[in-house]
C-alpha cells in the first residue's frame, strides 16, 4: 500500500513556475510513479513519469522542455517542477504510483497506476 499526499498547486499567470510536490509513503524504492493532469470534462492525462529506482523518466509532449520529474529517495517525495506555464497546462494535477516491481508496459497511462493521491489544482490565467 502507497499514500500519496500532493502539494504545491496554485493559481498563476502564464510564464510563471510551480513546483507540485507528492510526499509518499509504503514501499517506494523500485516504482514507477507519475504525475497526472485532469481538467474538467476532460480524460486524466498522463504529463510526466518517472521510475524510483532507474531514474527511467518520460514527458508528454508538450511537457517537454518545459517540465521536470524527480523523485527524492530519502524524502520519499515526487516532485514536478513547471516552468513557463500555460493556460493549457490548468487542471488538477493527481501523483500516481504502481506497486513495487511491477513494470509498465505505457509508464504515461493513468489506466497502469493503482495508487493516487487526493489532487492539487494549478490554474493557469491572466
Known amino acids: 500500500q502507497v499514500e500519496l499526499v500532493e502539494s504545491g498547486g496554485d493559481s498563476v499567470q502564464p510564464g510563471r513556475s510551480l513546483r507540485l510536490a507528492c510526499v509518499a509513503s509504503?514501499?517506494?524504492?523500485?516504482?514507477?510513479m507519475g504525475w497526472f493532469r485532469q481538467a474538467p470534462g476532460k480524460e486524466r492525462q498522463g504529463i510526466a513519469t518517472?521510475?524510483?529506482?532507474?531514474?527511467?523518466?518520460d514527458y508528454t509532449y508538450s511537457a517537454k522542455g518545459r517540465f521536470t520529474i524527480s523523485w527524492d529517495e530519502h524524502a520519499t517525495t515526487l516532485y514536478l517542477q513547471m516552468n513557463n506555464l500555460k493556460p493549457e497546462d490548468t487542471g488538477m494535477y493527481f501523483c500516481?504510483?504502481?506497486?513495487?516491481?511491477?513494470?509498465?508496459?505505457?509508464?504515461?497511462?493513468?489506466?497502469?497506476?493503482?495508487?493516487w493521491g487526493q489532487g492539487t489544482q494549478v490554474t493557469v490565467s491572466s
Open positions: 500516481a504510483a504502481k506497486p513495487k516491481y511491477q513494470s509498465a508496459r505505457s509508464p504515461l497511462s493513468a489506466r497502469e497506476y493503482t495508487y
Open positions: 518517472i521510475h524510483t529506482y532507474s531514474g527511467t523518466d
Open positions: 509504503g514501499p517506494t524504492s523500485s516504482n514507477w
